[in-house]
């Protein structure tokens, strides 16, 4: 149980391109989600929690307007990431819990790489 | 504010050996929540273990014991018996009352044949 997955599980796109992740979590509703990146060899840095049917809620230094979040039903987030750069490049993981549960449990990550 | 501090950026052992990974973290908070995640080289992050801070009594999980020492704020992962399955990325975690994660900065553990 508890298993959140990703897609894509990598993407390439032009700069100036958006690029739209998903999150869902596939046996449990996922009251709540979160989206983190990770730099190589480094901690997960998060960027939003959202709450479904709700806005994310965006860490300090988040650009709300480039990075949009939806999280439109209890098993569905995406974070799409508007006008790409290529220091948008990056791993992105999502996580996923219940109201009932501290856990978060995560997705296998996307590798983004903006050229 | 809440802090999570892993001091040992990266340890090995011998595989069947035992190994104790560090984690110490700064909370004001009496409830809480922690755990530790590995992140093998797929880059999916795996729970191995979880703590509530009310229970007294240390969290065990197969080859996997935590020792948890409130007081201290204290919370290491011991990995009994090693295997080379074993060698990843170790995320220790801090979860608070509003359920906000704290990551600390991760020990990669080797496990040599």
């Known amino acids: 149980g508890a298993v959140v997955s990703q897609h894509p599980s990598r993407v390439i796109c032009k700069s100036g391109t958006s690029v739209k992740i998903e999150c869902r979590s596939l046996?449990?509703?996922?009251?709540?989600m979160f989206w983190y990146r990770q730099f190589p060899k480094q901690s997960l840095m998060l960027m939003a929690t959202s709450n479904e049917g709700s806005k994310a809620t965006y860490e300090q230094g988040v650009e709300k307007d480039k990075f949009l979040i939806n999280h439109a039903s209890l098993t569905l987030s995406t974070l799409t990431v508007t006008s790409a750069h290529p220091e948008d490049s990056s791993f992105y993981i999502c996580s996923a819990r219940t109201t009932r549960q501290e856990t978060q449990y995560f997705g296998p990550g996307t590798r983004l790489l903006v050229l | 504010a809440q802090t999570v501090t892993q001091s040992q950026p990266e340890m090995s052992v011998q595989e069947a050996e035992t190994v104790t990974l560090s984690c110490t973290y700064d909370?004001?908070?009496?409830?809480?929540?922690l755990f530790w995640y590995k992140q093998p080289p797929s880059r999916q992050m795996i729970l191995v273990i979880r703590q509530e801070a009310y229970k007294q009594q240390n969290a065990t999980e197969n080859r996997f014991s935590v020792n948890f020492q409130k007081a201290a704020k204290s919370f290491s992962l011991k990995i009994s018996d090693s295997q080379l399955g074993d060698t990843a990325m170790y995320f220790c975690a801090f979860a608070d009352t509003g359920n906000q994660f704290y990551f600390g900065t991760g020990t990669s553990l080797t496990v040599i044949p």
């Open positions: 909370t004001s908070e009496s409830n809480y929540y």
């Open positions: 046996d449990f509703q996922a009251t709540t």
